[in-house]
């Protein structure tokens, strides 16, 4: 039996990962499209206005699925691949010359590797007790 901490730890972690993919993710290049797709276009990316609007969608679904516990392990694995996806071709420190600039492309890689190492452990454990995969069916 999970004791009550443990079964909130789950919670809380989706909570917050799904939150950070709607809010920062899909909410802000909502509201920032233009400056989003000029910051797409300075690290060399094609098709823009696709794949922005792909990774709004899959930010925004993904978000919300891991926030509410549904479909989680999917969801979780979706964006753990956008999110590797995003930190090699938007936060390539390895190119970056300027050392101010590198040290914020490294901290952005490395933190997004943080964040993909927590929605991994979410596709690999599951939602936890406290969500849509795992609500009591009626009988």
Partial sequence: MLSRLESLCPLAG???LGLYFILPGAILKI???QGTSEYMASKGMVMIPVLLGLTILLQLGGGLAVLVGYQTKIAAFLLAGLTLVISIV?????????????????????KNMGIMAGLLAIAGLGAGPF???NRKTQG
Avoid: K, P, Y
């Fill in 31 to 33: 509201t920032d499209m």
């Fill in 14 to 16: 989706r909570i917050i």
């Fill in 90 to 110: 938007m936060h390539d420190f390895w190119d970056v010359t300027d050392a101010l600039q590198r040290g914020h492309e490294t901290q952005n890689f490395v």
């Fill in 131 to 133: 969500s849509l995969d």
